[in-house]
């Protein structure tokens, strides 16, 4: 269509579906210059991302984001507090809580008593860097890790902190850290998507909380960018076989002719979301061939396998999905992120976390190791992080043998290695209860502002205009950890 056909075709119809759509500025400057709106609707450009190229010397390519989904307890994991031992029992000092707020599961408890963990700790790595029994595989990979343990967030329960913790909001609807990677640099493989998903169930509590779409969704960005999720069970992603009595060469026919249609549409309208489907369905088609060779575990050698624990044979376990994401990093998926549940420890912590542990240490463990041997460590960078941590005071049956933790935003302990991290380091403190910190604070801000920066983006730069504004990952906050970089 030449343009003074598409200019005589911007009808007041057309303009109101464009502002409906939230781009009535795009739809007016095309009414006042169509030769800007024809511009637009030319279609994608052919950079991978929106940026073209990075504002940084990237020091890494993709990444891994492990999430533990329901807060894992610091105390038992990752934050040795050995003075806790003599005060199990003793009311928590007013001076240490100083009024913060609690949930309302533990805003009623008369007392609050000190709960010390019951599991030993032992340093590890070259820099002695203080991990749980719980955690024998991680420990072994202690000179790669950066355990950071001075994390802390704004949102006290569990939605909105995971909003909060992938999107920078705690309101709904933004888009998340890997729409936003996707948006910024694209995909190294063009039959695979940019951002790809997985969620397994914990041995802990696994229906407890809930995970939404939304947690890796594109919100205001273009749709290409939302994460796809693949799933444990059935076809890995939905509809990527065809329908019963359609071969191969009938598909691609039924595509062309859709294609056809949606160009027409796309050429009269000039609506982005339509270019978007019309690369989706080939994606799809292209995923046809590409999926099944990617979760066909088999031809992975034995020693690889059994590194990985005796779960990864069982498909949507995170042992499983840890290995997978290895075999996407390497195919050049951008940003894969693993969610698993169970961590919602409020009474019978001991056992709970045991369960959680044994699901997730070996594999993530694994997944370093295996990464390295490739030589994809150092440009994969992989975190290991819940939405916040555990109180210090035990909430629910307290007894020797038993004891709960209520949530905690206060802080709490991730770990990050590979791509831009120094590992063998320990980095930011809290106080003897593991309360409050006490130096080197990273907000979660902070946090999505240091993944940006080891893939070579400026956060502060990499925005999209919507309802009048622009957006960006860390809305108006944000350091980078230097401390924590190479």
Same mark, same amino acid.
Request: net charge neutral.
């Given at each position: !269509?030449?343009?003074?056909?598409?200019?005589?075709?911007?009808?007041?119809?057309?303009?109101?579906?464009?502002?409906?759509?939230?781009?009535?500025?795009?739809?007016?400057?095309?009414?006042?210059?169509?030769?800007?709106?024809?511009?637009?609707?030319?279609?994608?450009?052919?950079?991978?991302?929106?940026?073209? /190229?990075?504002?940084?010397?990237?020091?890494?390519?993709?990444?891994?984001?492990?999430?533990?989904?329901?807060?894992?307890?610091?105390?038992?994991?990752?934050?040795?507090?050995? +003075?806790?031992?003599?005060?199990?029992?003793?009311?928590?000092?007013?001076?240490?809580?100083?009024?913060?707020?609690?949930?309302?599961?533990?805003?009623?408890?008369?007392?609050?008593?000190?709960?010390?963990?019951?599991?030993?700790?032992?340093?590890?790595?070259? +820099?002695?860097?203080?991990?749980?029994?719980?955690?024998?595989?991680?420990?072994?990979?202690?000179?790669?890790?950066?355990?950071?343990?001075?994390?802390?967030?704004?949102?006290?329960?569990?939605?909105?902190?995971?909003?909060?913790?992938?999107?920078?909001?705690?309101?709904?609807?933004?888009?998340?850290?890997?729409?936003?990677?996707?948006?910024?640099?694209?995909?190294?493989?063009?039959?695979?998507?940019?951002?790809?998903?997985?969620?397994?169930?914990?041995?802990?509590?696994?229906?407890?909380?809930?995970?939404?779409?939304?947690?890796?969704?594109?919100?205001?960005?273009?749709?290409?960018?939302?994460?796809?999720?693949?799933?444990?069970?059935?076809?890995?992603?939905?509809?990527?076989?065809?329908?019963?009595?359609?071969?191969?060469?009938?598909?691609?026919?039924?595509?062309?002719?859709?294609?056809?249609?949606?160009?027409?549409?796309?050429?009269? !309208?000039?609506?982005?979301?339509?270019?978007?489907?019309?690369?989706?369905?080939?994606?799809?088609?292209?995923?046809?061939?590409?999926?099944? $060779?990617?979760?066909?575990?088999?031809?992975?050698?034995? +020693?690889?396998?059994?590194?990985?624990?005796?779960?990864?044979?069982?498909?949507?376990?995170?042992?499983?999905?840890?290995?997978?994401?290895?075999?996407?990093?390497?195919?050049?998926?951008?940003?894969?992120?693993?969610?698993?549940?169970?961590?919602? &420890?409020?009474?019978?912590?001991?056992?709970?976390?045991?369960?959680?542990?044994?699901?997730?240490?070996?594999?993530?463990?694994?997944?370093?190791?295996?990464?390295?041997?490739?030589?994809?460590?150092? $440009?994969?960078?992989?975190?290991?992080?819940? $939405?916040?941590?555990?109180?210090?005071?035990?909430?629910?049956?307290?007894? +020797?043998? /038993?004891?709960?933790?209520?949530?905690?935003?206060?802080?709490?302990?991730?770990?990050?290695?590979?791509?831009?991290?120094?590992?063998? &380091?320990?980095?930011?403190?809290?106080?003897?209860?593991?309360?409050?910190?006490?130096?080197?604070?990273?907000?979660?801000?902070?946090?999505?502002?240091?993944?940006?920066?080891?893939?070579?983006?400026?956060?502060?730069?990499?925005?999209?205009?919507? &309802?009048?504004?622009?957006?960006?990952?860390?809305?108006?906050?944000?350091?980078?950890?230097?401390?924590?970089?190479?």
């Amino acid at each position: !269509m030449d343009r003074e056909t598409f200019a005589a075709n911007l009808t007041r119809r057309t303009f109101l579906r464009r502002s409906a759509g939230g781009i009535g500025a795009c739809a007016l400057a095309g009414l006042l210059n169509p030769e800007m709106l024809f511009a637009a609707a030319a279609g994608p450009t052919t950079v991978p991302g929106v940026l073209g /190229t990075t504002h940084f010397p990237p020091k890494a390519k993709r990444v891994i984001y492990l999430c533990q989904s329901g807060a894992p307890s610091q105390i038992e994991l990752f934050d040795y507090k050995p +003075n806790l031992d003599k005060l199990r029992g003793s009311d928590l000092p007013g001076s240490v809580r100083m009024g913060q707020r609690l949930t309302g599961m533990s805003s009623g408890q008369a007392h609050f008593p000190v709960a010390n963990s019951m599991f030993k700790f032992a340093q590890h790595g070259k +820099n002695g860097t203080w991990i749980s029994e719980l955690l024998p595989h991680t420990a072994s990979v202690a000179d790669e890790l950066c355990v950071i343990r001075s994390l802390h967030t704004e949102a006290i329960n569990h939605d909105p902190a995971m909003t909060f913790f992938h999107t920078g909001s705690q309101q709904a609807g933004r888009p998340s850290v890997g729409a936003w990677t996707s948006y910024g640099l694209g995909s190294e493989n063009a039959d695979l998507p940019a951002y790809v998903v997985m969620v397994s169930r914990g041995s802990g509590r696994p229906f407890d909380q809930p995970l939404y779409d939304r947690l890796w969704g594109s919100g205001f960005l273009p749709t290409k960018h939302q994460g796809v999720k693949f799933r444990g069970v059935g076809d890995p992603v939905l509809f990527l076989g065809n329908p019963p009595g359609v071969d191969d060469p009938t598909r691609r026919r039924e595509l062309d002719d859709l294609k056809k249609l949606n160009q027409e549409n796309l050429d009269a !309208m000039g609506d982005p979301e339509i270019g978007t489907r019309i690369a989706q369905y080939e994606l799809a088609y292209r995923m046809q061939t590409a999926v099944p $060779e990617l979760t066909d575990l088999s031809k992975e050698p034995a +020693n690889i396998l059994e590194m990985y624990g005796p779960d990864v044979q069982r498909r949507g376990s995170y042992a499983a999905n840890c290995l997978l994401a290895r075999r996407l990093s390497e195919r050049g998926v951008r940003f894969v992120q693993l969610f698993h549940t169970g961590w919602d &420890q409020h009474d019978d912590l001991p056992n709970g976390i045991r369960g959680q542990c044994k699901d997730t240490d070996q594999p993530s463990a694994a997944l370093i190791k295996d990464l390295k041997q490739r030589n994809l460590l150092d $440009e994969t960078l992989v975190i290991w992080a819940g $939405e916040f941590g555990r109180t210090t005071y035990g909430q629910g049956k307290f007894t +020797n043998e /038993t004891y709960g933790r209520d949530h905690h935003p206060r802080c709490f302990s991730i770990w990050m290695a590979g791509g831009g991290i120094r590992g063998g &380091q320990t980095y930011g403190e809290t106080d003897d209860f593991s309360y409050n910190v006490v130096k080197d604070g990273v907000h979660v801000h902070d946090l999505n502002a240091t993944i940006l920066r080891c893939l070579g983006i400026d956060h502060t730069k990499l925005t999209f205009r919507f &309802q009048g504004r622009h957006y960006r990952l860390t809305d108006v906050h944000g350091e980078v950890v230097k401390g924590i970089l190479v």
